[in-house]
């Protein structure tokens, strides 16, 4: 199940951050592939890079825009959620990161996990519709900051040679 691969996740600059410096925690979808033609655009990371650049660029879609501010409205209930569990200043914290956040904090961070990586779960992803026979994405829901997997923040002007 995916553990034998390198394995590849797009998220926000924004939640990157959060999950970093506020949870201690990422909660990752993972594909074995960073454009893998079977998997539906959600679990593209190649895809959602180029959203997330859209966005970053001020050339995004109301669509594109939308799913910024839904990401933002997630993040902030993921804080309130776990704000006994972090305290008071780190939930405050992340509410100020998520109320200053513009369109810059949009910008693509690419996790390369290496098949020899450690400490974490791999679970099944989501299946989305009329991907059942060719997507494969996994869960990973206790991905700590370290230094046995890359964190590359994408530049956008040369997302298109990331391929």
């Known amino acids: 199940m995916g553990r034998n ?10 939640t990157e951050e959060i999950q970093r410096t506020i949870l201690k925690n990422h909660y990752l979808y993972v594909s074995v592939e960073y454009n ?3 998997n539906d655009p959600t679990s593209n ?28 409205a997630k993040l902030r209930t993921i ?16 509410l100020r990161l998520i109320a200053f956040a513009t369109v810059n904090s949009a910008v693509p961070v690419l996790f390369i996990i290496p098949p ?23 869960l990973i829901p206790n991905l700590k900051p370290s230094k046995t997997f890359e964190v590359r923040r994408l530049d956008c002007s040369a997302i298109e040679t990331l391929r």
């Not at 691969?5 to 924004?14: A, G, H, R």
């Open 116 to 138: 020899d990586a450690d400490g974490f779960d791999l679970a099944a992803g989501d299946l989305h519709a009329g991907y059942e026979l060719t997507e494969e994405e996994y």
């Open 36 to 38: 893998p033609a079977g």
């Open 79 to 94: 804080l309130e959620d776990k704000r006994a569990e972090i305290g008071e200043g780190p939930y405050e914290d992340g």
């Open 45 to 72: 990371p190649y895809l959602l890079a180029q959203q997330w650049c859209r966005v970053a660029s001020d050339k995004g879609s109301a669509s594109d825009l939308e799913k910024f501010e839904k990401v933002k």
């Open 5 to 14: 691969k390198t394995l590849y996740s797009v998220q926000l600059s924004l």
